[in-house]
Structure formats: structure tokens, C-alpha cells
């Protein structure tokens, strides 16, 4: 916590400084009111009339919006943009000024006439044109000054407003303006329809001549040479039979390539004897019968041969099968593996036909190809005069149907003509004055405010404090304590309903205001103005709560004749609820929570988090917290929660300065910053509330006992 330097504006002083100054700013805004009225009523009047048309899309017998998807971007607020900068183009004013005759108006062309008050004044600081300005130029900028062209927001009518010193003359340019441009709008887009269709014309025939005898060309060259295309992507007869043999001849490579692989395979297990475990062979029916006839034979020749000799006749009829069987199965796998290798012949006879086809069909596309340069030339060129034919058509059509149905894009509808009127647009002497008065008014009061805030309200605000007031009470002799009221910063308040009206009258934004009250001794009982400041802020219509700091036990309910019940202490030892220890104060609206019971673990209700925790709580529900103990207990209440308090509250005797308030910025012997302080100077009437106050409660404690 650091030392407070807080920078008071005094309102007083500033109010004194412009109550003095008062008179000389009437006076003044007064005389430039009166000058302005003066100035404004020497020039001519000129009168404004305004015409308004409005831009739309053009609506067929039906009365729907004919081409509504084509108008719908040229009606944006670009568009109107647009319309208002062609309202204000050269070409329409000069059109205006020819058909009014302007030009041999004096009014806007000066040189033929005697110049006016604003003209001259505007020749004499160098802003009325040169000698060497052209005529047309010089009533093309008048004409300009006096033209008002404008588009309110989120609408498409336009205004135009044309001011002149003749009323009659200012309707009539105003009328004629938006009359000339509606007319413009309605004929420019059938001329330009007109004019594109008489130039297209003669290219459209011109081109379906040529396109005709380009693709005639092409057909007779294709037949001359013999070049003929089909297919799906339209190509040449040559192109898609090389395109064919080129696929043919991919496919018997690959063939004759597996059938070389298989019959060189074939060779090598004929020649390791192991022919019959070729996959052809194992799947011949044929050669699996034999196979299964054999292992039958060589099965009965190993069980007979147990029991009979080798020369027994069975024993040689058996061999002679199976050799017959031999020879038989050897006959049928070498008409397999003679199949496997004409396979291989044949792909390769194959491939070559292939090859010998591809390369005659080269040949005849080869003596084909200036012809096949020449054909494509052809067709390029017929391709891009179709190209060139068919975009003109499309042009061709597109104008034709907008001059079919007469469909203007964008037309203007007059939606009021200007008249002529009666009452001038400039000068307005009277209002023009009075806003000049105002002005000057209250500039002049901004400049006494800036100037009484760096002089009298700062400066001098200290001695106004203390010097003033002890004029006053000078005959009184109560100059004592007001000349207390130094720069301590320490607000000196002489009665508990002021320092409620002061604590009242500073209410935050999020949360209650917390003050801690205590006295300028450890003896001193504060509960007296505790009580009371709490009902006079709570009779002013805040929401009040006081809190008994009294870890030790003996507070203010004993004084206020409250029964003995839980409080603070059981709260933040967690023993008790707020609904069990909120309670209300007698004959107030305020609320009150009591010390409770002595506790003998200081650190538990000292430790931050819990105090802090408490009285966040309370902000949320109270506008006003009013923390009221002993000197010793609010110091270390202080330190502990580092000075969370918006207000602190010192009790003292009358005229004698508390040992806890050393200077300015510091209470309870710590530096603060942002934190009001009072000092509460007691008075007889307030020491007669306190013994009235401890009769009460020593009353309300005796009825207690009795019952």
C-alpha cells in the first residue's frame, strides 16, 4: 500500500468562477447574435425548390418487374450512386442552362451584371474567379453552387434541389433537370439497341457465307483425299485402324510371351523327368486315370511279389501292365508338352502378322499426311468462323428481344415536381443568430470551466477549504476546527447522519461498499455511533449490515441488549450459517451480525481466505458493509485482508486528533490509496445517545435473564 495523492476538484469554486463570469457571456453572445442578424439580413434571399424522381425497374402490361434477375445489380446503392453522379454531369447542366437561357441571367453570369454583397466579398479575399475564367465555365460553376442532388439512406428516390433568387426560375431548372434525365434514361438504352442491331446485321450475313463455303471446303478435300473420320471422338479411319493394330499387337506380345515362358518351362521338366508333375499333365483326365491304374498295378505287384516268385506267371502279367501303362502315360505327356510348344508357334505366327499389318497401315498413313495438315488447316478455319457466327447471333438475339419488348434496364419516375415557394432557404437571419448566440455561449462557458480547473478549483481549493470557512467562524470561535481540516486528506464530518450522507453517496459498481469503523483509542466504545450510522444509512434506503469484529467475544450485542447466539467467530470457524447468524437490529431496517463466542484460535478467524471469502459473500447481498471492533483487532482485520475496505472510520473525542490518523493517506499506521477516510468528532448529544444506548441493552439483557 502506497501513500494517496488524490487530485479534489472543487465544485464550489468552479461554479463562483462562472457565476462571475455570467454576465459578460451573455453580453457577449447577445452582441454576436446581434451582428450575425445584422450581416445575414444584407444579403438577397434565394429560394430552394426541389424535385424528386425515383429510379425503378420498368414494369410489363401486368405490372410485374420485367428483367428483374438483369436490373437487380444496377439497382444497388452503387447504381444510385451512379444516378446521382449523372444528375451532376456537365453535359446536363450545359443542356439546362441552353434550354433556361442562364447564361444571360446576372445572376449566374456576373460579368454582365453589378455583383452582389456575397460576390463582392468573395472578389475582396480572392475567391470570386479570374479574369481569364471562360463564360461557360464561369455559369457552369454558379449553375453547379446552386445544385443540390442527394439519395436518402436505404432508398431509391432521388432529390434534386435547385436554389435561385427568382422562386419561379428555381422550380422550373429543378423540374427540367430530373424531366431531361427521366428522358434520357428511357431513350438512351432503344438507340443503343437500335444501333447495335443495324451493326450486326451485315457481319451475321457476311459470316454465314463464309462459314458455309469454309465447311464445304473441308468436306470436298476429305473426299478428294480419301480421309475419312468416324468413331466417338470423330477422328481419321487411318488414326483409329493404327490405333486398333497398336492395341492388337500389345496383346499378341503378351500372348506369345507367356506361351515362350510355358514351353521353355515345359522343356526343362521333360528334360529333369519330371514331366508328369506339368500342371497341363495333372489336369488331363485321361493321364489321371493311368496314373491311378498304375499305382493299383505296382500296389498288387508289391503284395504278390511277398509270395510268389518273379517268374510266376502273375508276377509278369502285372509287370507287363505296368510297363504298358508306362509307355502309355509317356505317350499321352508328350502329346501335352507338343500341344504346349505349337502354342508358342502360333503366338509368334501371331505377332507377326500383327506386325506386318501395323507397318502396311503406317505406310498408307505416311503418303497421307500433307493431306491430313491440309484438312486440319481447313477445319480450323471453319471452326472459327462458326465460332465468330454463332457469338453474333447471340448478340444478335439478345438486342433483338430488348427491342422486341421495348425493356428499358433502369427508368426514373418523377415522384414530385418542384414549385415555386415563399419563404427564402438563405439567409435565415433570426435562427442563424440565435445558434451563433448559443455558440458563442457556451464556448465561452467551456473556456471559464478549463481555465477556473487550473486555477481556482486546484490551485487554490486548500486555502478556500480552510481559509474561508475560518472568516466565517471566526466570530464563533470555532476557528479550531476548521483549520484541522488541513491536507491530511482526512474528511472531518461532526455528526453520524453526515458521514451516513457521505458513505451513501459513493456506491459501487460491483459489489457493496465496505467501511471499518474503530476509534482513536483502545478504550474508547464505538458501538454507540456503529448503531446509529447504520440505521441512518439504512433509513436513507441502503441495504445495511454491521459487523460485530470482536474475535474475543465481547461486542456490540451486549450493548444492544441482543441475546447471546452465534456469530462472526462460529461463521468463519464454518460452525454456523448466515441465516443462523444474520439477525436485525430494534426499531431498524438494518442487519446485524454479533461477535458470537470467544475464540482461542486466533489464526483460524484471521486467516485471508476465509475473511475474504465472508465478506465477498456479503457484497453480493448488501450495499453498505460496516465493519465495526477495537483498534487492536481492526488493525490486524486490516493487515490481514491488506486493506480490501473502500472507507475508513476513525471515532475520536471533539478537537483532538487521533494517536491511528497520522497524516494524509494513512490509517490505522499503514499507507493507503483509494480508500476514503473520516473522522468522526464526538459531541455531547452523541455521548447522551451512547448512555442512552447502554440503558437499553443492560435493560434488554435483564428482561432476557427474567425470562
Given at each position: 500500500?502506497?501513500?494517496?495523492?488524490?487530485?479534489?476538484?472543487?465544485?464550489?469554486?468552479?461554479?463562483?468562477?462562472?457565476?462571475?463570469?455570467?454576465?459578460?457571456?451573455?453580453?457577449?453572445?447577445?452582441?454576436?447574435?446581434?451582428?450575425?442578424?445584422?450581416?445575414?439580413?444584407?444579403?438577397?434571399?434565394?429560394?430552394?425548390?426541389?424535385?424528386?424522381?425515383?429510379?425503378?425497374?420498368?414494369?410489363?402490361?401486368?405490372?410485374?418487374?420485367?428483367?428483374?434477375?438483369?436490373?437487380?445489380?444496377?439497382?444497388?446503392?452503387?447504381?444510385?450512386?451512379?444516378?446521382?453522379?449523372?444528375?451532376?454531369?456537365?453535359?446536363?447542366?450545359?443542356?439546362?442552362?441552353?434550354?433556361?437561357?442562364?447564361?444571360?441571367?446576372?445572376?449566374?453570369?456576373?460579368?454582365?451584371?453589378?455583383?452582389?454583397?456575397?460576390?463582392?466579398?468573395?472578389?475582396?479575399?480572392?475567391?470570386?474567379?479570374?479574369?481569364?475564367?471562360?463564360?461557360?465555365?464561369?455559369?457552369?460553376?454558379?449553375?453547379?453552387?446552386?445544385?443540390?442532388?442527394?439519395?436518402?439512406?436505404?432508398?431509391?428516390?432521388?432529390?434534386?434541389?435547385?436554389?435561385?433568387?427568382?422562386?419561379?426560375?428555381?422550380?422550373?431548372?429543378?423540374?427540367?433537370?430530373?424531366?431531361?434525365?427521366?428522358?434520357?434514361?428511357?431513350?438512351?438504352?432503344?438507340?443503343?439497341?437500335?444501333?447495335?442491331?443495324?451493326?450486326?446485321?451485315?457481319?451475321?450475313?457476311?459470316?454465314?457465307?463464309?462459314?458455309?463455303?469454309?465447311?464445304?471446303?473441308?468436306?470436298?478435300?476429305?473426299?478428294?483425299?480419301?480421309?475419312?473420320?468416324?468413331?466417338?471422338?470423330?477422328?481419321?479411319?487411318?488414326?483409329?485402324?493404327?490405333?486398333?493394330?497398336?492395341?492388337?499387337?500389345?496383346?499378341?506380345?503378351?500372348?506369345?510371351?507367356?506361351?515362350?515362358?510355358?514351353?521353355?518351362?515345359?522343356?526343362?521338366?521333360?528334360?529333369?523327368?519330371?514331366?508328369?508333375?506339368?500342371?497341363?499333365?495333372?489336369?488331363?483326365?485321361?493321364?489321371?486315370?493311368?496314373?491311378?491304374q498304375r499305382v493299383r498295378v505296382e500296389r498288387q505287384l508289391s503284395e504278390l511279389s511277398a509270395t510268389l516268385l518273379p517268374a510266376h506267371p502273375r508276377m509278369r502279367q502285372l509287370r507287363a501292365d505296368l510297363q504298358g501303362l508306362e509307355r502309355q502315360i509317356k505317350s499321352e505327356v508328350g502329346k501335352i508338352v507338343e500341344g504346349i510348344e505349337k502354342g508358342a508357334s502360333i503366338a509368334a505366327s501371331r505377332e507377326a502378322s500383327v506386325r506386318r499389318s501395323l507397318e502396311q497401315v503406317k505406310k498408307e498413313t505416311a503418303g497421307t499426311g500433307?493431306?491430313?495438315?491440309?484438312?486440319?488447316?481447313?477445319?480450323?478455319?471453319?471452326?472459327?468462323?462458326?465460332?465468330?457466327?454463332?457469338?453474333?447471333?447471340?448478340?444478335?438475339?439478345?438486342?433483338?428481344?430488348?427491342?422486341?419488348?421495348?425493356?428499358?434496364?433502369?427508368?426514373?419516375?418523377?415522384?414530385?415536381?418542384?414549385?415555386?415557394?415563399?419563404?427564402?432557404?438563405?439567409?435565415?437571419?433570426?435562427?442563424?443568430?440565435?445558434?451563433?448566440?448559443?455558440?458563442?455561449?457556451?464556448?465561452?462557458?467551456?473556456?471559464?470551466?478549463?481555465?477556473?480547473?487550473?486555477?481556482?478549483?486546484?490551485?487554490?481549493?486548500?486555502?478556500?477549504?480552510?481559509?474561508?470557512?475560518?472568516?466565517?467562524?471566526?466570530?464563533?470561535?470555532?476557528?479550531?476546527?476548521?483549520?484541522?481540516?488541513?491536507?491530511?486528506?482526512?474528511?472531518?464530518?461532526?455528526?453520524?447522519?453526515?458521514?451516513?450522507?457521505?458513505?451513501?453517496?459513493?456506491?459501487?459498481d460491483i459489489g457493496g461498499f465496505r467501511a471499518l469503523m474503530t476509534g482513536s483509542s483502545e478504550q474508547m466504545d464505538i458501538g454507540t455511533e456503529g448503531i446509529d450510522l447504520a440505521k441512518a444509512m439504512s433509513d436513507a434506503g441502503s441495504d445495511v449490515i454491521v459487523l460485530d469484529w470482536a474475535p474475543e467475544g465481547h461486542g456490540l450485542a451486549e450493548a444492544l441488549g441482543i441475546v447471546p447466539r452465534p456469530g462472526l467467530n462460529e461463521l468463519l470457524q464454518g460452525k454456523a450459517t448466515f441465516e443462523a447468524v444474520v439477525t436485525r437490529i430494534?426499531?431498524?431496517?438494518?442487519?446485524?451480525?454479533?461477535?458470537?463466542?470467544?475464540?482461542?484460535?486466533?489464526?483460524?478467524?484471521?486467516?485471508?481466505?476465509?475473511?475474504?471469502?465472508?465478506?465477498?459473500?456479503?457484497?453480493?447481498?448488501?450495499?453498505?458493509?460496516?465493519?465495526?471492533?477495537?483498534?487492536?483487532?481492526?488493525?490486524?482485520?486490516?493487515?490481514?485482508?491488506?486493506?480490501?475496505?473502500?472507507?475508513?472510520?476513525?471515532?475520536?473525542?471533539?478537537?483532538?486528533?487521533?494517536?491511528?490518523?497520522?497524516?494524509?493517506?494513512?490509517?490505522?499506521?499503514?499507507?493507503?490509496?483509494?480508500?476514503?477516510?473520516?473522522?468522526?468528532?464526538?459531541?455531547?448529544?452523541?455521548?447522551?445517545?451512547?448512555?442512552?444506548?447502554?440503558?437499553?441493552?443492560?435493560?434488554?439483557?435483564?428482561?432476557?435473564?427474567?425470562?
Open positions: 500500500m502506497a501513500t494517496a495523492a488524490p487530485d479534489d476538484i472543487d465544485i464550489g469554486a468552479i461554479w463562483r468562477s462562472l457565476k462571475r463570469a455570467m454576465p459578460k457571456l451573455v453580453l457577449l453572445s447577445l452582441l454576436t447574435g446581434a451582428l450575425t442578424y445584422a450581416v445575414l439580413s444584407q444579403f438577397p434571399p434565394r429560394y430552394t425548390s426541389e424535385a424528386q424522381i425515383q429510379v425503378v425497374a420498368p414494369r410489363d402490361a401486368n405490372g410485374a418487374d420485367r428483367s428483374a434477375e438483369s436490373v437487380a445489380s444496377r439497382l444497388d446503392r452503387e447504381a444510385i450512386n451512379t444516378h446521382l453522379r449523372s444528375l451532376l454531369s456537365p453535359d446536363l447542366a450545359l443542356q439546362i442552362i441552353a434550354e433556361e437561357k442562364l447564361d444571360k441571367n446576372p445572376e449566374f453570369n456576373d460579368a454582365i451584371g453589378t455583383p452582389g454583397l456575397l460576390q463582392r466579398i468573395k472578389n475582396a479575399v480572392g475567391l470570386g474567379g479570374t479574369d481569364s475564367e471562360s463564360e461557360q465555365d464561369r455559369v457552369l460553376k454558379a449553375f453547379n453552387s446552386r445544385l443540390d442532388v442527394y439519395s436518402p439512406r436505404e432508398s431509391r428516390v432521388i432529390g434534386i434541389r435547385f436554389t435561385s433568387s427568382d422562386p419561379a426560375l428555381a422550380a422550373e431548372v429543378a423540374n427540367r433537370i430530373a424531366e431531361a434525365y427521366r428522358t434520357s434514361l428511357a431513350t438512351r438504352s432503344l438507340s443503343q439497341t437500335d444501333e447495335v442491331q443495324q451493326a450486326l446485321q451485315p457481319k451475321i450475313d457476311k459470316l454465314m457465307n463464309e462459314v458455309a463455303d469454309a465447311e464445304a471446303a473441308v468436306e470436298k478435300f476429305r473426299a478428294k483425299a480419301d480421309i475419312f473420320k468416324g468413331g466417338p471422338n470423330n477422328t481419321g479411319l487411318n488414326q483409329q485402324q493404327l490405333a486398333d493394330l497398336n492395341t492388337e499387337l500389345t496383346r499378341a506380345q503378351a500372348a506369345r510371351s507367356e506361351a515362350d515362358a510355358r514351353a521353355q518351362s515345359v522343356r526343362e521338366m521333360v528334360r529333369a523327368g519330371n514331366a508328369e508333375s506339368l500342371p497341363d499333365v495333372q489336369r488331363s483326365p485321361l493321364i489321371q486315370n493311368l496314373v491311378q500433307e493431306d491430313e495438315v491440309q484438312l486440319r488447316q481447313l477445319e480450323a478455319v471453319a471452326r472459327s468462323k462458326r465460332a465468330e457466327l454463332d457469338r453474333l447471333q447471340a448478340r444478335y438475339e439478345s438486342n433483338r428481344i430488348a427491342a422486341d419488348r421495348r425493356a428499358v434496364p433502369v427508368e426514373a419516375q418523377i415522384v414530385s415536381v418542384a414549385r415555386p415557394t415563399s419563404v427564402p432557404s438563405f439567409p435565415k437571419p433570426l435562427p442563424y443568430a440565435i445558434l451563433v448566440s448559443l455558440a458563442t455561449l457556451l464556448f465561452g462557458i467551456a473556456i471559464v470551466v478549463t481555465k477556473a480547473l487550473f486555477t481556482a478549483a486546484r490551485g487554490s481549493t486548500a486555502e478556500h477549504e480552510v481559509f474561508e470557512p475560518a472568516v466565517a467562524e471566526l466570530a464563533t470561535g470555532e476557528l479550531a476546527p476548521v483549520l484541522a481540516r488541513d491536507a491530511s486528506r482526512v474528511h472531518v464530518v461532526k455528526s453520524v447522519a453526515d458521514l451516513a450522507y457521505q458513505l451513501a453517496a459513493h456506491p459501487q430494534p426499531a431498524s431496517g438494518a442487519h446485524f451480525i454479533a461477535a458470537g463466542a470467544p475464540v482461542h484460535d486466533r489464526d483460524i478467524v484471521f486467516d485471508p481466505d476465509r475473511l475474504n471469502l465472508t465478506l465477498d459473500a456479503l457484497d453480493t447481498a448488501y450495499d453498505q458493509i460496516l465493519v465495526v471492533g477495537r483498534t487492536d483487532v481492526a488493525r490486524a482485520l486490516f493487515e490481514a485482508i491488506q486493506g480490501r475496505f473502500d472507507a475508513g472510520i476513525i471515532v475520536s473525542e471533539a478537537r483532538r486528533r487521533p494517536a491511528t490518523v497520522q497524516g494524509g493517506g494513512t490509517f490505522l499506521g499503514f499507507d493507503v490509496t483509494d480508500i476514503e477516510l473520516f473522522r468522526l468528532e464526538r459531541s455531547k448529544t452523541t455521548e447522551i445517545a451512547r448512555e442512552r444506548l447502554a440503558r437499553v441493552g443492560a435493560k434488554g439483557r435483564l428482561e432476557a435473564r427474567i425470562s
